[in-house]
């Protein structure tokens, strides 16, 4: 009965360490800056949805649906709608970002198409957490003037099953 309570009472305090391990966050064992686990892995988000939040108190509404093909390529499609000039200042976008480190994370360079400033080509940082959670901003020339990018957007995997 001595050796039980003995051993109990060794085992007890790293029993208690293994359950609060079990929420740090660590990737293959080693620990990892909470938010950072997605600077350490190959893998990556083939969606990114985003909103230009900081362009709704000027009444316009600018989106973007993005495609990852590869770890440093993906496909975007944007639309910016000025509520209160209607048409005359609305534009639809294609760009290509090329991602230097992983796509949706660290500096890119987009080359791309507007309706409204024709052809243009911009370069930027891409910030990405965890959660999907990620902010982009760039600057560009346009050949009809400069181009923006500014925005705040989530990103995510296609579910597997329907």
Same mark, same amino acid.
């Given at each position: 009965?001595?050796?039980?309570?003995?051993?109990?009472?060794?085992?007890? $305090?790293?029993?208690?360490?293994?359950?609060?391990?079990?929420?740090?966050?660590?990737?293959?064992?080693?620990?990892?800056?909470? +938010?950072?686990?997605?600077?350490?892995?190959?893998?990556?988000?083939?969606?990114?949805?985003?909103?230009?939040?900081?362009?709704? $108190?000027?009444?316009?509404?600018?989106?973007?649906?993005?495609?990852? #093909?590869?770890?440093?390529?993906?496909?975007?499609?944007?639309?910016?709608?000025?509520?209160?000039?209607?048409?005359?200042?609305?534009?639809?976008? %294609?760009?290509?970002?090329?991602? %230097?480190?992983?796509?949706?994370?660290?500096? %890119?360079?987009?080359? +791309?198409?507007?309706?409204?400033?024709?052809?243009?080509?911009?370069?930027?940082?891409? @910030?990405? @957490?965890?959660?999907?959670?990620?902010?982009?901003? +760039?600057?560009?020339?346009?050949?009809?003037?400069?181009?923006?990018?500014?925005?705040?957007?989530?990103?995510?995997?296609? $579910?597997?099953? #329907?």
């Amino acid at each position: 009965m001595k050796i039980l309570l003995i051993t109990l009472a060794l085992l007890a $305090p790293s029993l208690a360490f293994s359950e609060q391990m079990e929420k740090v966050s660590k990737v293959d064992g080693q620990l990892v800056k909470v +938010g950072e686990k997605n600077d350490y892995e190959y893998a990556y988000k083939k969606w990114n949805v985003g909103l230009n939040a900081f362009v709704l $108190p000027a009444n316009v509404f600018s989106v973007s649906c993005s495609y990852a #093909f590869t770890e440093h390529l993906a496909a975007r499609v944007g639309v910016a709608y000025d509520a209160d000039t209607k048409v005359e200042n609305t534009s639809v976008s %294609f760009g290509v970002p090329i991602y %230097f480190k992983k796509v949706y994370n660290g500096f %890119f360079v987009e080359p +791309g198409v507007d309706s409204k400033v024709g052809l243009y080509t911009a370069g930027g940082y891409h @910030w990405m @957490w965890d959660s999907g959670f990620n902010a982009y901003i +760039g600057l560009g020339l346009a050949r009809r003037g400069g181009v923006g990018l500014l925005q705040v957007a989530y990103a995510f995997d296609t $579910p597997s099953k #329907f």
